[in-house]
């Protein structure tokens, strides 16, 4: 299987996420998106973070247990960071090839990031572009850095049986929703105009406390 991992804290989870994982599975030929529940980001403040089960729930409410899965697998390995994770995933998976999922805002910040030459030396990556980040993650430190290991978008069908360094940037729509807009609303604040909110998509929810048995610990 071909399967695209997509971390994050999902504080909430949201139509942005999901925008994402479908253009993921499309655009690269995935069998399945994992969406990564993280039990803590370390780059992230504690403050405002919702616990680690309603964040699972929530990334479930965008998933379809199918395509698109949530997990909270991090907990089970007892990773904390990217670099441990992605490498503690493919030794528990050796037959399934795997492509780490970023949005650009995230490659822009991509430096910052525990062991980040690590990660990118584990598995080949796809950019997906986010608003306002796009410009400024291309003429980023990683991707110059990385420079050499880009490959032609053209060839982001086989970019899962690629070896690592390589990763592709995606070129597409953006969606403007955010978990900062979502939150900021439900606290009675207007969204900032970088980050517009929209109504999240509604998607079949998979009942609570289930988990795909090839995810169990």
């Known amino acids: 299987m071909q399967i695209g991992l997509l971390g994050g804290s999902f504080n909430p989870a949201h139509e942005g996420h999901l925008h994402i994982a479908s253009m993921a599975l499309k655009r690269l030929r995935l069998d399945q998106v994992w969406l990564l529940v993280s039990p803590g980001n370390p780059l992230k403040e504690a403050h405002g973070m919702r616990s680690l089960a309603e964040r699972l729930r929530s990334a479930r409410g965008i998933a379809d247990g199918r395509r698109i899965v949530a997990t909270d697998i991090e907990q089970y390995l007892h990773t904390r960071y990217t670099f441990d994770t992605l490498r503690a995933i493919k ?64 060839e982001a069908p086989v970019l899962a049986s690629s070896a690592a360094p390589a990763w592709v940037f995606l070129s597409g729509r953006e969606n403007p929703v955010s978990a900062t807009a979502l939150r900021r609303a439900a606290a009675g604040e207007d969204p900032s105009p970088e980050n517009p909110l929209r109504p999240p998509r509604q998607v079949p929810r998979i009942p609570n406390g289930a988990r795909p048995s090839h995810l169990s610990p």
Do not use: S
């Not at 528990?92 to 030396?121: E, S, T």
């Not at 990556?125 to 986010?130: D, G, K």
């Open 91 to 154: 030794r528990r998976f050796p037959c399934a090839k795997f492509v780490w999922l970023m949005g650009a805002d995230n490659l822009a910040q991509f430096p910052r990031w525990h062991g980040w030459m690590g990660i990118a030396r584990t598995l080949p990556f796809a950019v997906l572009p986010r608003p306002t980040y796009t410009a400024a993650a291309r003429a980023g430190q990683a991707a110059r850095r990385l420079a050499g290991a880009r490959r032609a978008e053209r």
